[in-house]
């Protein structure tokens, strides 16, 4: 059963970020897998300022990056691990105990991916974005419930959604993602959703039969699935 929890725009991230404090403040030592993209970027402002609070504290917690691009030099803005250093990992207090980014520099790329996948089991908790094609993380259309942690092409939707946006002077074809058969195996997943432009495939995710052509819609099985939606992207559920 699907928690959908629809909050007013305005309302959202600081809503999102309560509840990650209380996550945190539950267990402290949560082993956490976080996106980047634009969607995050409030609830990461929120949570950052409150932590700076000292209401919780990601001292004893593990930190996993969800996806990589591949084909990008270290310290390049649109890296999702420069972004989540930027976003929240830089602003804390006291770093998290551990921070597993996706290590896209080394030679081995196989040996890359069987090191994520590994990382990642047993995660308590993995937050999503949702892609405009029904992506999450690098999971394109035609990803399974069992597809694994691997590199993959990426649609050209998403490759153009992503570095129009972060100003990268190269534009990746690949990328690594937690896989998702690792992210249905998690305890909680949260899936956040702002904007009308979302509207369509929210919907489409959530209420139409799951499918390979929307991974997010597989999501559905997970029974610790809640959708942090504001109630722009929230307009079509009826
Ligand atoms: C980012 C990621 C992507 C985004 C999705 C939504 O790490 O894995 O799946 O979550 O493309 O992106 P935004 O939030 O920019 O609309």
Redesign the pocket.
């Known amino acids: 059963m699907t928690a959908l929890r629809t909050l007013e725009a305005a309302a959202w991230a600081g809503e999102v970020a309560a509840a990650f404090v209380e996550r945190l403040q539950s267990t402290p030592s949560l082993r956490v897998c976080l ?6 970027i409030p609830v990461y402002d929120a949570l950052a300022a409150r932590i700076g609070r000292g209401d919780a504290s990601f001292a004893q917690a593990t930190v996993i990056l ?2 990589e691009w591949l084909g990008l030099p270290p310290g390049d803005p649109a890296r ?1 691990d420069t972004r989540l250093r930027a976003q929240l990992l830089d602003r804390l207090p006291v770093p998290p105990a551990a921070v597993h980014t996706i290590e896209v520099d080394a030679p081995d790329l196989e040996a890359t991916v069987a090191r994520h996948a590994a990382c990642s089991l047993d995660l308590d908790l993995v937050v ?5 094609n029904g ?4 999971n394109e259309p035609g990803s399974l419930p069992d597809s694994p942690t691997r590199v993959v092409r990426l649609a050209a939707s ?1 490759r153009r ?2 570095m129009a946006r972060y100003g990268s002077a190269t534009v990746p074809t690949a990328g690594i ?1 937690l896989g998702m058969d690792r992210i249905l195996a998690a305890r909680k997943v949260w899936l956040l959703v702002t904007g009308e432009r ?1 509207a369509g495939i929210l919907r489409r995710a959530l209420r139409d039969p799951e499918g390979p052509d929307c991974p997010a819609s597989y999501l559905r099985r997970h029974r610790g699935l809640t959708v942090f939606t504001d109630s722009e992207a929230a307009a079509l559920l009826g």
Do not use: E, Y
């Open positions: 996106p980047t993209g634009a969607t995050p969800l996806d999702c999503l974005g949702l892609g405009i992506h999450v993380g690098f998403s959604a992503a993602t979302k």
